[in-house]
Every structure is written in structure tokens, then in C-alpha cells.
């Protein structure tokens, strides 16, 4: 096979690939993360009804990180063990009962009993979407296929904030408040999509019909190419990636990075309402900050993959991140704030798309599955500790811009961790020769 020709069937492959997997991927995360968040638009009167204290919310709000970190990796290994495809839909179907059934708590630990439910059912999800990219997308490729994937989280508040908003107009509605038929409304889409995700995902590239036979050739040969080059670098089993510091360490710059979104996107809804908003403009104004964000997800993974480089785009994007915070904690005015807190979301979602081509260039296999996982899990217990140290701090204080500050500390620390380090580019970028045909 000539270089032209090797050439034309990677754009032609890679662009199909593409067009099939990822508006469906961003659409199922879009809608995972509004189930994740809502939490936060529902609180602004859930709270009230339910008298729950800003601890108590926080604790609500927290323990479902915590049930995931425990589910993550069991979940993960099983999904690679039986394919995506059926163990997505299953995590969709559950989490989307679960979602709803918030609807009905009626106090703190029914709060507490939900959320830890809720958490076990979604465990698994992101860190399998991750996998399963890369059982289609060569490591060239995959900051921008991330960023992508993941611009939904940004763009779930970017629509999702102001429907929540409105959302809670339906109070009164059926004998409900508001923040029910918010709950009810969205969990829908979870239980719907559950569905279509067993007939429309491949698990493959081998059983990729809509693939011609040139195209899943070529694809499998290089994806095969990648994990020897891999596999010769470095070959961990499963128990060795669980155990490895530089995976566990990345874990941990996952941690201080996630750390500042979760403590944003429970709280600003309320940071935003104290600027004397109706619920409608606190939907409208929350949004801002995550459409700056989704557009840095995109052109920073882009620039990404263009550059070769990871290391240096996720520290950078953190230390971003941690400047509109800290900035964000003086407070100067509503105006400003804002802008700051925009400011902080090109770095929050900036850092994630080269952030996830480490781990998933060191590992594969069975250790891919639970390594990204352990990542994963160990970064979303920022989740319980990002939104209760801004709960906690604003209890004790009286002061949201001094919790800002405490989450600044976090993506600062994350930046410096993944720079000490460093990096392998024979890893993080494998050179790829042209795969000839049989």
C-alpha cells in the first residue's frame, strides 16, 4: 500500500469513526452529567423545603463520589470483560431510576441513602467511555477525540442550567415542587437513551459493519500497532497499574484539577442567585463560564495533538484555572467575578483533553480498564471534597469568595504534580508507520 493511499484510508476511517461514535458519546455524557449536577439548580429550593443546612446539602451532594470511588474499578474491568455496549446501557438505565427517584427524599438521610445509590449506578461510566476510545482512536488523535467527548460536560450547563432554571416554575405543578419535576423531567432522557445504546454502539472495530473491509483493516492494524509499541515500552497487569505510583499520581493531579469544577458547579448556581437573580438568570448567568469552557476543551485539545505535547497543556491549563479562582475570591463585583470565574473555566476543561492522553498512552488491556478507573475514581472524590470544603468554609464563614480561594489551591497543586512527573513523548505520542495491507 502506498503512503498516499495508507494516508487516504486513516482520514477516511478516522473521519467516519468520528461522525458515528462521537455526537452519540457527547449526547450520553451530556446527559449523565446533567443527572450529575442538577443537584445544584435543585438545591436552590430543595434546601428550603427540606431544611437542609449547607453541610447537610454538601453531604448530599459529596457522598455520591464516594460510592463511585468505591464501584469505578470493579465496574471498568467488567465492561472490558463483557463490551460496552451492554454495560453502558445497564449504567444509563440504573442511574436514570435512581436520578428520578431524588424526586422523593424527603430529608437528609434519604438524601444520603439516593445520591450513594445514584453514585454506585454511574460508576464505571466516564472511565469506560474513555477505554472505549481508545479502542477506536490511535493515540494521535485522542486529545482532540476527549475534548470533544467531553465538551458535554460544559455544554450540559451551558443548556442545561437555564432549563433547570425554568424547570423550577413548575412548582406547584401536579401536587410537586419545582426541584421534583426537575429531578423527574430530567432522568427521562438517561432511560430512553439506555436503549438505543444497545442497538447503536459497536464494541469493536472488527464487528464495525458500517465500516468497509479496508477501513476496519486498516484501523485494527494500527490500534494493534500502538499496543506492541506500547506493550514494549511498558506492560503493566492489572494488579501492577493499580499499584503504580505514576498512575496513582496522576490520579491525584485528576483530583486537584476536578476538584475546582465539582466545588464550582454545585455551588455557583447559589453564588450567582446571591447576586440578587431571578431563578431563570441564574440559569442564564451560570451558563457562562462552561461556554468559555467548551470552546477551551476543543482548541486546547487540538492544539494539543498538533504540538505533541500533554505535560505541559494540562499543568498550564491548571495553573489557568487556579488564577480565575483565587482572582474570582476577591470579590470586587458581580461584573468581575464572572469574568474571573470565565477566566477559570478555560483552564478547568482546558486541562481535561491532554490530561487524559497520559494514562491511556501508558496503559492497555485489562489494565487500561482498571488503571483508568483508578484515576478516575481517585479524581471524583475531589467531588466530595470540592463541593463540602466550599460548603464547610461558606458555613463557617459566611463567605463563598473565601471558599474560592481554598479551591484555587487545589488545580495550583495539580499543575506543579503533573510537571514533577514529567513525561515520555515516545508514549504520550508514538510515531506510526504506515500499516500495509495483506
Given at each position: 500500500?502506498?503512503?498516499?493511499t495508507?494516508?487516504?484510508?486513516?482520514?477516511?476511517?478516522?473521519?467516519?469513526?468520528?461522525?458515528?461514535?462521537?455526537?452519540f458519546?457527547i449526547?450520553?455524557?451530556?446527559?449523565?452529567y446533567?443527572?450529575?449536577?442538577?443537584?445544584?439548580?435543585?438545591?436552590?429550593e430543595?434546601?428550603r423545603?427540606?431544611?437542609?443546612?449547607?453541610?447537610?446539602?454538601?453531604?448530599?451532594?459529596?457522598?455520591?463520589?464516594?460510592?463511585?470511588?468505591?464501584?469505578?474499578?470493579?465496574?471498568?474491568?467488567i465492561l472490558e470483560?463483557?463490551?460496552?455496549r451492554?454495560?453502558?446501557?445497564?449504567?444509563?438505565?440504573t442511574?436514570?431510576?435512581?436520578?428520578?427517584?431524588?424526586?422523593?427524599?424527603?430529608?437528609?438521610?434519604?438524601?444520603?441513602?439516593?445520591?450513594?445509590?445514584?453514585?454506585?449506578?454511574?460508576?464505571?461510566?466516564?472511565p469506560?467511555?474513555?477505554?472505549?476510545?481508545?479502542?477506536?482512536?490511535?493515540?494521535a488523535y485522542?486529545?482532540?477525540i476527549?475534548?470533544?467527548?467531553?465538551?458535554?460536560i460544559?455544554?450540559?450547563t451551558?443548556?442545561?442550567?437555564?432549563v433547570?432554571?425554568?424547570?423550577?416554575g413548575?412548582?406547584?405543578?401536579?401536587?410537586?415542587?419545582?426541584?421534583?419535576?426537575?429531578?423527574i423531567?430530567?432522568?427521562?432522557?438517561?432511560?430512553l437513551?439506555?436503549?438505543v445504546?444497545?442497538?447503536f454502539?459497536?464494541?469493536?472495530?472488527?464487528?464495525?459493519?458500517?465500516?468497509?473491509?479496508d477501513?476496519?483493516q486498516?484501523?485494527?492494524?494500527?490500534?494493534?500497532e500502538?499496543?506492541?509499541?506500547?506493550?514494549?515500552?511498558?506492560?503493566?497487569?492489572?494488579?501492577?497499574?493499580?499499584?503504580n505510583?505514576?498512575?496513582?499520581g496522576?490520579?491525584f493531579?485528576?483530583?486537584?484539577?476536578?476538584?475546582?469544577?465539582y466545588?464550582?458547579?454545585?455551588?455557583?448556581p447559589?453564588?450567582v442567585?446571591g447576586?440578587?437573580?431571578?431563578?431563570?438568570a441564574t440559569?442564564?448567568?451560570?451558563?457562562?463560564?462552561?461556554?468559555?469552557?467548551?470552546?477551551?476543551?476543543?482548541?486546547?485539545?487540538?492544539?494539543?495533538?498538533?504540538?505533541?505535547?500533554r505535560?505541559?497543556?494540562?499543568?498550564?491549563?491548571?495553573?489557568?484555572?487556579?488564577?480565575?479562582?483565587?482572582?474570582?475570591?476577591?470579590?470586587?463585583?458581580?461584573?468581575?467575578?464572572?469574568?474571573?470565574?470565565?477566566?477559570?473555566a478555560l483552564?478547568?476543561f482546558?486541562?481535561?483533553?491532554?490530561?487524559?492522553?497520559?494514562?491511556?498512552?501508558?496503559l492497555?488491556g485489562?489494565?487500561?480498564?482498571?488503571?483508568?478507573?483508578?484515576?478516575?475514581s481517585?479524581?471524583n472524590?475531589?467531588?466530595?471534597?470540592?463541593?463540602?470544603a466550599?460548603?464547610?468554609v461558606?458555613?463557617?464563614?459566611?463567605s463563598f469568595?473565601?471558599?474560592?480561594?481554598v479551591?484555587?489551591a487545589?488545580?495550583?497543586?495539580?499543575?506543579?504534580?503533573?510537571?514533577?512527573?514529567g513525561h515520555?513523548?515516545?508514549?504520550?505520542?508514538?510515531r506510526?508507520k504506515?500499516?500495509?495491507?495483506?
Amino acid at each position: 500500500m502506498s503512503a498516499t493511499t495508507a494516508s487516504a484510508i486513516e482520514k477516511e476511517t478516522m473521519a467516519r469513526v468520528s461522525r458515528r461514535l462521537i455526537p452519540f458519546l457527547i449526547l450520553c455524557y451530556f446527559i449523565a452529567y446533567l443527572d450529575r449536577v442538577n443537584v445544584g439548580f435543585a438545591a436552590l429550593e430543595m434546601n428550603r423545603d427540606l431544611g437542609l443546612s449547607p453541610t447537610v446539602y454538601a453531604w448530599g451532594a459529596g457522598v455520591f463520589f464516594l460510592a463511585y470511588f468505591l464501584f469505578e474499578v470493579p465496574s471498568n474491568v467488567i465492561l472490558e470483560k463483557v463490551g460496552a455496549r451492554r454495560w453502558i446501557a445497564r449504567i444509563m438505565f440504573t442511574w436514570g431510576l435512581l436520578s428520578g427517584c431524588m424526586a422523593f427524599v424527603v430529608g437528609p438521610w434519604s438524601l444520603y441513602s439516593v445520591r450513594a445509590l445514584l453514585g454506585i449506578a454511574e460508576a464505571g461510566f466516564f472511565p469506560g467511555i474513555i477505554l472505549y476510545l481508545t479502542y477506536w482512536f490511535p493515540a494521535a488523535y485522542r486529545a482532540r477525540i476527549v475534548g470533544s467527548f467531553m465538551v458535554a460536560i460544559p455544554v450540559s450547563t451551558v443548556i442545561g442550567a437555564p432549563v433547570s432554571g425554568m424547570l423550577l416554575g413548575l412548582d406547584g405543578l401536579a401536587g410537586l415542587a419545582g426541584w421534583q419535576w426537575l429531578f423527574i423531567i430530567e432522568a427521562l432522557p438517561a432511560l430512553l437513551l439506555s436503549v438505543v445504546v444497545l442497538t447503536f454502539l459497536t464494541d469493536r472495530p472488527s464487528e464495525a459493519e458500517w465500516l468497509r473491509p479496508d477501513q476496519r483493516q486498516w484501523l485494527a492494524r494500527t490500534l494493534e500497532e500502538e499496543r506492541r509499541t506500547k506493550e514494549s515500552v511498558v506492560h503493566f497487569t492489572l494488579g501492577q497499574a493499580l499499584r503504580n505510583p505514576r498512575v496513582i499520581g496522576l490520579g491525584f493531579v485528576y483530583f486537584g484539577i476536578v476538584a475546582s469544577n465539582y466545588g464550582l458547579s454545585f455551588w455557583l448556581p447559589q453564588i450567582v442567585k446571591g447576586f440578587g437573580l431571578s431563578n431563570v438568570a441564574t440559569g442564564f448567568v451560570t451558563a457562562l463560564p462552561y461556554l468559555f469552557g467548551a470552546v477551551a476543551m476543543v482548541l486546547w485539545g487540538r492544539h494539543s495533538d498538533r504540538k505533541g505535547e500533554r505535560v505541559w497543556h494540562t499543568a498550564g491549563a491548571a495553573f489557568v484555572a487556579a488564577i480565575g479562582l483565587g482572582a474570582g475570591a476577591l470579590g470586587v463585583s458581580p461584573v468581575v467575578t464572572m469574568a474571573l470565574l470565565c477566566f477559570a473555566a478555560l483552564g478547568i476543561f482546558g486541562a481535561l483533553p491532554p490530561f487524559w492522553t497520559l494514562p491511556t498512552a501508558l496503559l492497555s488491556g485489562t489494565a487500561a480498564a482498571g488503571g483508568i478507573a483508578l484515576i478516575n475514581s481517585i479524581g471524583n472524590l475531589s467531588g466530595f471534597v470540592g463541593p463540602y470544603a466550599v460548603g464547610w468554609v461558606r458555613e463557617a464563614t459566611g463567605s463563598f469568595p473565601l471558599a474560592l480561594l481554598v479551591l484555587a489551591a487545589l488545580p495550583m497543586a495539580a499543575g506543579f504534580l503533573v510537571l514533577a512527573m514529567g513525561h515520555d513523548p515516545a508514549l504520550e505520542q508514538p510515531r506510526r508507520k504506515p500499516v500495509p495491507a495483506e
